[in-house]
DNA sequence: GCAAAAGTGTTCACTCTACACCCATGC
DNA sequence: GCATGGGTGTAGAGTGAACACTTTTGC
């Protein structure tokens, strides 16, 4: 990390921008927001929100930033957290552009309105980033695809399902979480007790909603456990367990 | 993504490097490879080992190149896989340098010889990086910290483990980086159960290992296998489990 | 035989799954 | 009452921890 200065033949500068995998469940479907590119290269094809990075900015502020400039949508009651570089040379045919890609997980977020850049912002279905419905701009396509599977194993292990919730939800509704996103269903009454004996995973309100028909509900919130512990492991078909 | 030509006083070129966090077993210990820092800024400390990434070089192949040129290490025969990238304004004094860390993972690596950097080059016990001991280069405190316990959180949930192990090992080796890494004592014999229940952790190779004293063990190289399914979950204080 | 370490068996407690059942609400 | 969905109970299979026991080697 010394001698960059004496050699810039082989090293170069590069240019740091940041883009977002944005995922949100509307209408019992797993979502991925994209925008319209209005530029070349890759001028009218769909791509992950993102942007540059500012000088004296951190990472983090800067996705913050383009969530709100390319997507309309407001970071700070959402789940961020960073996926990785991606640095290719080929990846970009302007040059050397390093990309760090954030996740983002939020609750049933409003279609992105205009604005900014945000009149060009769609959602997708996360499905169609796995079945080839879906062709994107530079190498979003496997950025997305590794964030998507990134995002089902990571509600295994953590409480990043409660992200898709809004404030107060119904263990129905973190349910549903799950199932939309390992497409499996779970036996509701052994989902309740694993939810409820993990410690710290959601906290009751003592309030409840009430359903078009059927039995009040409780209402929770997260609680202030991240990691789980045990996780909540879904079935596979290899492996050994039933 | 579009427009970083044009507002250059806000954007400005950024200085992309790798550094490592290269971790093995030698005597019973887990040890970090750090390097002492030969030029300004920080001149004299420890630092991680890494350097600028190339033009035309992918930051796999740059951390690769720089685990060859700093710590005299091949690095085809061991694990090595991203962590993240470190690009806080203020993380380096010469400007916006944009560091993306990746962790390696060996079996017993030889001490550091003479040849190009390798010479500053020493082994750390990883343990001084949380006790206060050490005081290292840039954010790189904070950097390794993250990576150690990366690297116990991800011995549960794959097979990474094995990295630590030479081309065969017998079960008690494989024990062993557990119980190092973990800083707790495991049954052998519950340890040897689970491993051969987890399909494609291990498999035998049909040889044998015959200790200095005792029963000859037999021994396995690492399977086709990566995430573990089920994890192997260490104890923990908190949680619901027994 | 003795020591040491590999490897097997067994017990007991706990957990997970499937599914029956009861409860609280709107109509 | 009936339908609907929330919430509880329970039997049986499976899993995990503890530990006794057997096997194979060197001396």
Redo the contacts between chains.
């Keep these: 990390?010394?001698?960059?200065l004496k050699d810039s033949d082989?090293?170069?500068?590069?240019?740091?921008?940041v883009?977002l995998a944005i995922f949100t469940l509307r209408d019992d479907q797993l979502m991925v927001l994209l925008v319209e590119?209005?530029?070349d290269p890759f001028h009218g094809m769909p791509?992950m929100p993102?942007?540059?990075?500012?000088?004296?900015?951190?990472?983090r502020d800067g996705a913050l930033r383009e969530l709100a400039e390319e997507a309309g949508i407001d970071g700070s009651r959402l789940h961020l957290e960073?996926l990785?570089?991606y640095?290719?040379?080929g990846r970009d045919p302007r040059g050397?552009?390093?990309?760090?890609a954030y996740l983002a997980l939020g609750p049933d977020l409003p279609a992105p309105v205009g604005g900014t850049d945000a009149a060009r912002a769609f959602w997708a279905p996360a499905a169609h980033l796995e079945d080839g419905t879906l062709t994107l701009a530079f190498d979003h396509q496997a950025i997305l695809t590794e964030a998507l599977e990134e995002v089902r194993r990571k509600i295994e292990?953590t409480a990043a399902a409660t992200a898709f919730c809004a404030e107060t939800f119904t263990l129905r509704d973190l349910r549903t979480v799950y199932q939309v996103i390992w497409d499996q269903q779970l036996d509701p009454s052994n989902f309740r007790r694993k939810i409820l004996?993990?410690?710290g995973f959601v906290q009751p309100t003592g309030d409840q909603w009430l359903p078009p028909t059927g039995r009040p509900a409780a209402l929770y919130r997260r609680g202030q456990a991240w990691l789980l512990?045990?996780?909540l492991?879904r079935a596979?078909t290899?492996?050994?367990?039933g």
Tied chains: 1, 2.
């Design positions: 990390m010394d001698d960059w082989e090293v170069g500068p590069s240019w740091l921008t883009d590119r209005g530029l791509a993102g942007g540059y990075v500012q000088k004296n900015e951190t990472l960073q990785g570089a640095a290719d040379p050397r552009v390093v990309t760090v292990y004996n993990t410690t512990n045990p996780p492991l596979t290899t492996g050994s367990r």
